[in-house]
């Protein structure tokens, strides 16, 4: 989907204002099939007070939540090594930081 550049694997049921901090996420898109239980969108609430930061667009595309499930659950073995190579960096990052005194 051109308006997705990454998706969150075991991303809690609403957004917060942490995850969308950390992400540095700037919008939030929603179309009509992103939706699949009827209090879901109490799990956008934090994104719904930031003005323009939630996108809800109307979407020829018929690539529904459950595809997207699906598609993820058969690339889980190449998203789970992608995943691990970001954590190995970011713990090499972690360990390796050093002072750098200002002159």
């Not at 942490?18 to 609430?45: G, H, K, Q």
């Not at 659950?73 to 750098?100: C, D, M, S």
Request: charged fraction near 30%; hydrophobic fraction near 35%; glycine fraction near 2%.
């Amino acid at each position: 989907c051109k308006f997705v550049d990454d998706v969150l694997i075991g991303a809690p049921w609403a957004i917060t204002e942490i995850m969308l901090t950390s992400l540095n996420i700037r919008y939030v898109v929603l179309t009509e099939n992103t939706l699949f239980a009827p209090d879901e969108c109490n799990r956008y609430e934090v994104v719904r007070q930031k003005p323009g930061m939630l996108k809800e667009i109307e979407c020829d595309c018929k690539f529904s939540t459950q595809e997207l499930m699906q598609n993820i659950a058969k690339q889980q073995t190449r998203l789970e090594r992608q995943n691990e190579q970001r954590l190995q960096k970011a713990k090499h990052y972690e360990q390796n930081q050093k002072f750098v005194e200002e002159n």
